[in-house]
């Protein structure tokens, strides 16, 4: 069943806005709340309404739950790198935030709670063999940490409340409107650097290993959470797929600047060595078939990238 009304946290962000698009496309009435600190306004369809605020708001949240039948809570700091340095404010957002979310969700009479959490739970895997949802979750960043804690928060206190729960690990995504920091996005970094003519910076030998996911298959795993009859509450979202970080930087490189060659630094703390989604269950459960091939879509990347 196609809700009336979505709440989408986060929708002015990279992943959010692609889901805000699909969901007015299927027919549904979007809200977003978004403190615009990474996100943008032009993100945004104007058929959807925006709520300018932050999570952490009560009353910015009770403003824009009014009516809504679905929450989809993907408002975060996105950066393990800077969650290392920044524990507590990384906390102060992506814990305390979504609890204040949680709350609202349960006084407002929502119907489904879908959680953005990511591959950051895991313990970090020796092997670049694709994980399951049963693997060890033993997160090794404090992003890694809080996102793990509210998974267990929104289910507990769905339960608690009357709200099913749905939570989405997503592995690293790629794709158009990636917000660009120094610190998230391998992809989209490496073409901004590329396009600056500078070396991509890998961390570390770049064997590590990592599961590149196109947004409009996130997107389309996200939507297909929101209409499961299933109930089971937990799914990867990857491609399924694991690829090195050397391997990503000498396809850029190829395509962009074949005359420069990636540069390394020392590894940073935080970082899992591999991480490669197992997504049998998504793919049994939810339907949900990768469809993009990052070979075939990288070309509109860059392309997003030199216009940004
Ligand atoms: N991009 C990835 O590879 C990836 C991987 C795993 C999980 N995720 C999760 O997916 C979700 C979306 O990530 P994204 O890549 O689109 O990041 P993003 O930074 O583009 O989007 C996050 C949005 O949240 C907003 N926001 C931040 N703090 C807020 C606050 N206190 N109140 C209201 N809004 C706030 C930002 O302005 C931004 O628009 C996040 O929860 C993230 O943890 C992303």
Wanted: hydrophobic share 40%; proline share 6%; charged share 20%.
């Amino acid at each position: 069943m196609i809700p009336r009304a979505a709440l989408v946290t986060g929708g002015a962000g990279f992943i959010g806005s692609h889901l805000v698009a699909r969901l007015l496309g299927e027919g549904c009435q979007v809200t977003v709340l978004d403190d615009l600190s990474m996100g943008k306004r032009e993100n945004v369809p104007s058929a959807a309404r925006l709520v300018i605020g932050d999570v952490r708001d009560r009353e910015a949240i009770d403003d824009a739950l009014a009516g809504v039948d679905v929450v989809f809570h993907l408002a975060a700091r996105v950066s393990i790198r800077a969650s290392v340095a920044g524990f507590y404010s990384d906390a102060e957002t992506n814990l305390m935030g979504t609890l204040n979310v949680l709350s609202a969700c349960g006084e407002h009479h929502v119907r489904r709670f879908i959680y953005a959490s990511s591959m950051a739970v895991y313990a970090d895997s020796p092997q670049p063999t694709p994980l399951s949802e049963e693997y060890e979750p033993r997160p090794i960043s404090p992003y890694g940490v809080a996102k793990l804690a509210c998974e267990q928060y929104a289910q507990l206190v769905g339960a608690q409340l009357g709200f099913d729960t749905a939570v989405l690990r997503y592995f690293n995504t790629y794709g158009p409107r990636q917000t660009f920091t120094p610190y998230v996005g391998v992809i989209t970094i490496f073409v901004q650097r590329l396009l600056r003519g500078e070396p991509p910076l890998i961390y570390g030998d770049g064997n590590q290993c990592r599961d590149f996911v196109h947004v409009d298959d996130v997107v389309d795993a996200t939507v297909r959470a929101m209409t499961t009859n299933e109930r089971a509450t937990v799914f990867n979202v990857g491609s399924g797929q694991g690829m090195t970080v050397n391997q990503i930087a000498a396809l850029l490189c190829a395509r962009l600047r074949p005359d420069i060659k990636p540069e390394h630094l020392p590894e940073h703390p935080g970082e899992l060595r591999n991480s490669v989604a197992d997504i049998t269950r998504a793919n049994q459960q939810l339907g949900y078939r990768p469809r993009v091939r990052l070979e075939d879509r990288i070309d509109e990347v860059i392309a997003w990238n030199r216009g940004a």
